[in-house]
């Protein structure tokens, strides 16, 4: 039986359009829980961004030494010599992808923040009076 909902609209994504003491309480418990996890996962997630480079160089040391042993084993196939090509495409391009990815992060910073105090640091020139005349120049 479906039950209609009388004007009233959903507040959040929650789902239910009227709460209650234990959704509340429901609520509640999972944001403190998330807020627990988040102490270990962030530490965690900033070893593993440390840790990505020396990984990806590693795999590329390892794709390299294994070579010669893999078209020998496979007979100087062209699948095989295909299959490395686009294995050693791979982790350069992964590699590409993390060095982006830093450069975006400290340009982006450097953007929004800049680097100190002075004219090169963004909206040193905001006007409260005038609103934002954030001119360029």
């Given at each position: 039986?479906?039950?209609?909902?009388?004007?009233q609209?959903?507040?959040?994504?929650?789902?239910?359009?009227?709460?209650?003491?234990?959704?509340?309480?429901?609520?509640?418990t999972?944001?403190?829980?998330?807020?627990?996890g988040?102490?270990?996962m962030y530490?965690?997630?900033?070893s593993?961004?440390?840790?990505?480079?020396?990984?990806m160089?590693?795999?590329?040391?390892a794709l390299i030494?294994?070579i010669?042993?893999?078209?020998?084993?496979g007979?100087?196939d062209?699948?095989v010599v295909?299959t490395i090509t686009?294995?050693?495409?791979a982790l350069?391009?992964?590699?590409?992808?993390?060095?982006?990815?830093?450069?975006v992060?400290?340009?982006?910073?450097d953007a929004l923040?800049?680097?100190?105090?002075?004219?090169?640091?963004?909206?040193?020139?905001?006007?409260?009076v005038?609103?934002?005349?954030?001119?360029?120049?």
């Amino acid at each position: 039986k479906q039950k209609l909902t009388q004007g009233q609209v959903y507040t959040d994504y929650g789902g239910q359009v009227g709460g209650s003491v234990m959704n509340d309480f429901t609520r509640l418990t999972a944001t403190v829980g998330q807020a627990a996890g988040s102490l270990a996962m962030y530490p965690a997630m900033d070893s593993v961004r440390q840790a990505a480079p020396m990984v990806m160089a590693f795999l590329k040391m390892a794709l390299i030494i294994c070579i010669p042993f893999v078209l020998v084993f496979g007979m100087f196939d062209l699948k095989v010599v295909m299959t490395i090509t686009f294995a050693e495409f791979a982790l350069i391009f992964v590699d590409f992808w993390f060095q982006l990815a830093r450069w975006v992060d400290s340009t982006i910073l450097d953007a929004l923040y800049g680097n100190g105090i002075g004219s090169d640091v963004p909206h040193s020139n905001f006007d409260p009076v005038f609103g934002a005349s954030n001119a360029q120049g």
